[in-house]
T-cell receptor, first 115, second 111 residues
Framework: EAQVTQNPRYLITVTGKKLTVTCSQNMNHEYMSWYRQDPGLGLRQIYYSMNVEVTDKGDVPEGYKVSRKEKRNFPLILESPSPNQTSLYFC??????????????FGEGSRLTVL | ELKVEQNPLFLSMQEGKNYTIYCNYSTTSDRLYWYRQDPGKSLESLFVLLSNGAVKQEGRLMASLDTKARLSTLHITAAVHDLSATYFC???????????FGQGTRLTINP
């Protein structure tokens, strides 16, 4: 089954404790992206990757890091989480905004709470 | 900077009625997407509109795109309770390699 898989789905952590949210897709998509969803603010892009070893900042990259060492994986790293990073996070992938239809396929979401 | 606005943001309607959700965007784009999100769930792709005049229909939902007016509509025909969800439009900001999402329209359909 074609899917985007995120882990963990739910996490409560404390300020400053490094964490990683993993994302993996099995559709051989070149493009991957992370969004956060907050009430009243909609979905905002954090980082994106157009291919292996190619990543770039989105609209709200502060406090986050990403890597793309393999095509299928695109982990989101919070080096020192703060309460304002409490949010619902979505990983998404597509064939690419230029080469394909640009349709994004979303993971199930990861709800993160930072105390 | 591309901005995407939906209206209404909240919509409560009765089963059997028709209604339309509007999605306006601020800069030129030929690609627009509609997604559905149920509470606590992921976003599910509904429609991909890739050119001016594109019209797609699935069941009681129909989406259209007018790139000249920078407007897309999502029309609901004879609403049923199962269509209750939040609907998002998203526009391709190709130069920035991202989709820009509207605020979402929370649709509640009452029996």
């Amino acid at each position: 089954e074609a899917q985007v898989t995120q882990n963990p789905r739910y996490l409560i952590t404390v300020t400053g404790k490094k964490l990683t949210v993993t994302c993996s897709q099995n559709m051989n998509h070149e493009y991957m992206s992370w969004y956060r969803q907050d009430p009243g603010l909609g979905l905002r892009q954090i980082y994106y990757s157009m291919n292996v070893e190619v990543t770039d900042k989105g609209d709200v990259p502060e406090g986050y890091k990403v890597s793309r060492k393999e095509k299928r994986n695109f982990p989101l790293i919070l080096e020192s989480p703060s309460p304002n990073q409490t949010s619902l996070y979505f990983c998404a992938s597509s064939l690419g905004l230029a080469g394909g239809s640009g349709e994004l396929f979303f993971g199930e979401g990861s709800r993160l709470t930072v105390l | 900077e591309l901005k995407v606005e939906q209206n209404p943001l909240f919509l409560s309607m009765q089963e059997g009625k028709n209604y339309t959700i509007y999605c306006n965007y601020s800069t030129t784009s030929d690609r627009l997407y509609w997604y559905r999100q149920d509470p606590g769930k992921s976003l599910e792709s509904l429609f991909v509109l890739l050119s001016n005049g594109a019209v797609k229909q699935e069941g009681r939902l129909m989406a259209s795109l007018d790139t000249k007016a920078r407007l897309s509509t999502l029309h609901i025909t004879a609403a049923v309770h199962d269509l209750s969800a939040t609907y998002f439009c998203a526009v391709d900001d190709g130069g920035a390699q991202k989709l820009v999402f509207g605020q979402g329209t929370r649709l509640t359909i009452n029996p």
